[in-house]
């Protein structure tokens, strides 16, 4: 067993300079090579005649070579390789661009088997650049590996080769027999050979099967431990009968049963030993913020700091805003800390906050700063929407030893996922609106109905609302495209709205710039918005009731639903106009999902459905260690028996100390340590 870690230099046709190009890869040993699982397959098994063919399309044909041509040099670093093949009725001519060594092993009068696209007419068919076999081969399904430079096809096989060769040496597996029977997953050694030497499609989707459960159940466990880990630290335990009265007494509308739990599960945690981490999901408007707020003062009444991070100054400003109305009547006082507070004022917040004057700040990334030091820092809210990386929040944690943090999502995603992704932190959940809210009416209209989709804009603005035009734009930087949205606002400004006032805000302006235009249209000073999507998470302005879409096909389900949240969150009816003229089919799926439906937890499950879940994350940070094999979209059974078992051994073994869960606990840490980093702490 021991070869399977050492170098893997040390394999045949490697040696070092192999060695480093597969480090770029991730792998190091013979054992990281056997988890290095192809991203998909080359099946030889089903060959056509090469007049069966279809042109262009990818196919396998079984031919014998009749004659190698000499080769054709074309220019300097371009050799054309061709040989005549025929499958005994038609023949098809093979090419080889700059390959002498795959010509070379071509030989005349030997069959192979050779999987491209065959191009030409009926009567001069030709295959470019095939991946070749030799039809006597006892594998006729091939992996296809993620390669690097320096690293070809068939080094990667044989060194594979070579790997699987020392597992079944000395085969070994964490799991025992019991638990792999129950769950009817193949042995280690053989799912790892299976997985990339498949000998059979239905044995090779065993084999993932069960790989893809060790990496689940590793992950389930990884972040359980951390969860427990984060159990056993100290924090400042704040005083149960903290008084919220004057806090609910203050606040402007009742708050609903479901922010009052979230907020007894929230105070709850603070006044626990532990440090809270907890998740607090939402959909758009369900009024998270109300919550936080309530942190806050919890926290604030027992003498702690607390930071609240928002992921633009637009928002840190807004949350600013609302922490203020909030709290500061009731004495708390309140700070805002961004890129763009003067020097002079800045100053004095890091004063205030290093002699605990100040008890709230509100931010961006501004807060991170070295110059930021608390005096008690007791509750930090972060969130996971505004895409903070780990690395981030760990760096504000470490300003106050051990401050209870409380993330916020407006993504609600289906539970069995839930419970994995954020496995390390407890969840409340928001599950109704505030009282009186009406859904959103939603229409997906073409160009063709612009005219009367304005006419209705203004209808609304008539009435007193007010309203966002959303133009995407691919490239924030780009200079046509922001000249397109500024032309766009201009035009309507002179035609469509002129009786009305039109704002502009897109994420080029300087952040003084974007504060002014939102600051007029919260005040009602302008009546509609063209935007770009910075207007995208977390923007409330409850008077705005009509929200257009353009190139509503550019944005994806969850996107779109974030989009919409900014209307619909006052009492009065909203619409949302989504235009399009694409006519694919997964656009119009989406559009008809959004006009069906407004719950977020429906959107997202159809979301993760339609692109999977590295789009739904996206570049989110949510600080999984990246998963090889699982699809966590699509093994949605693999994830709850995955779940049961996790509960199952860690009930025995709270931190897989004891020795027959050595090899797992490793697995585990070398899970976690591919993410490079070490977590959500
Ligand atoms: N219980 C309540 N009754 C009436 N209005 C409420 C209540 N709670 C919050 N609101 C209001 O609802 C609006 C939405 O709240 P908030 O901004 O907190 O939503 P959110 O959950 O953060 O949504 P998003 O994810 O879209 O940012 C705000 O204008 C807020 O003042």
Redesign the pocket.
Known sequence: MDALFQPVANLKGIGTKRAEALEKLGIRTPYDLLYHVPRGYLDYSHPVPVAAAPTGEPCVIRVQIVHKLAPQFIRKGMTIFKAVATDGLNDVTVILYNNPYGFQALHTGSWYRMSGKLQGGLLRREISAPHVLADDSKELIYPSYPLTSGITMPILVRAVKQAIELMRQQPFDWMPEEMRLEHGLLPLTAALEQVHFPANPALMETARRRLAFDELLQLQLGMLIRRADNRRRSAYPMRQDTDLEPFYGALP????AG?KHAVEEITADLCGDAPMNRLLQ?D???????VAAAACYFAARNGMQCALMAPTEILAVQHYHTMQQFLEPLGVSVGLLTGSVRAKERREIYEALADGSMTLVVGTHAIFQKEVSFARLGLVITDEQHRFGVAQRTLLADKGGCPHKLVMS?TPIPRTLALMIYGDLDISVLKEL??GRLPVQTFAVTGKLRQRAYSFIRQQLEQGHQGYIVCPMIDDRDESELQAVSSYAESIQAGAFSAYRVGLLHGRMKPAEKDNVMTAFRNHELDLLVSTTVIE??V?V?NATILLIENAERFGLSQLHQLR?RVG?GSAQSYCILMTDHVTEDCRTRMQIMSRTNDGFQIAEADLQLRGPGDFFGQRQHGLPPLQIADLSHDTQLLHEVQETAKKILEKDADLSAPEHGALRLEVLRLFRRSGENGRN
């Open positions: 509308f009742t708050m609903t922010q939402g758009v408007g369900s009024g998270k913020t109300a407006a505030p009282r998470v977390g409330d409850p949240g969150r």
